[in-house]
Nanobody, 123 residues
Framework: QVQLVESGGGLVQAGGSLRLSCAVS????????IGWFRQTPGKESEFLLV????????LAGDSVKGRFTISRDSDKNTMYLQMNSLKPEDTAVYYC????????????????WGQGTQVTVSS
């Protein structure tokens, strides 16, 4: 089981950058894939990126390729989401989530979620 805590959200102007952090705790973290999702009111959560903790393998969703990157610091048990060239439509609550390592393309099996952090991009 793992626990996840996001931080780093806030208000940023369009075109700016923001880095979110996800502190990961628990046992056997190397057995998990940990990803970033976002959600806006009335919409389903949107998959952004995922990283396999054991080997650093990454999968990015089409909507954020080229603008958002994911990384991890295994020593600090922390995952990061670097967001560049932010747009007003990136405004959402951002969540990190974890699942037992499986097909990275599968997004319906995330069992553990953080509480979310709000990102607001002003125009």
């Amino acid at each position: 089981q793992v626990q996840l805590v996001e931080s780093g959200g806030g208000l940023v102007q369009a075109g700016g950058s923001l880095r979110l952090s996800c502190a990961v705790s628990g046992s056997a973290i190397n057995r998990y894939d940990i990803g970033w999702f976002r959600q806006t009111p009335g919409k389903e959560s949107e998959f952004l990126l995922v990283i396999r903790w054991s080997d650093g393998n990454i999968l990015a969703g089409d909507s954020v390729k080229g603008r958002f990157t994911i990384s991890r610091d295994s020593d600090k048990n922390t995952m990061y989401l670097q967001m560049n060239s932010l747009k007003p439509e990136d405004t959402a609550v951002y969540y990190c989530a974890a699942k037992r390592s499986s097909n990275l393309y599968r997004t319906d099996d995330y069992a553990y979620w953080g509480q979310g952090t709000q990102v607001t991009v002003s125009s």
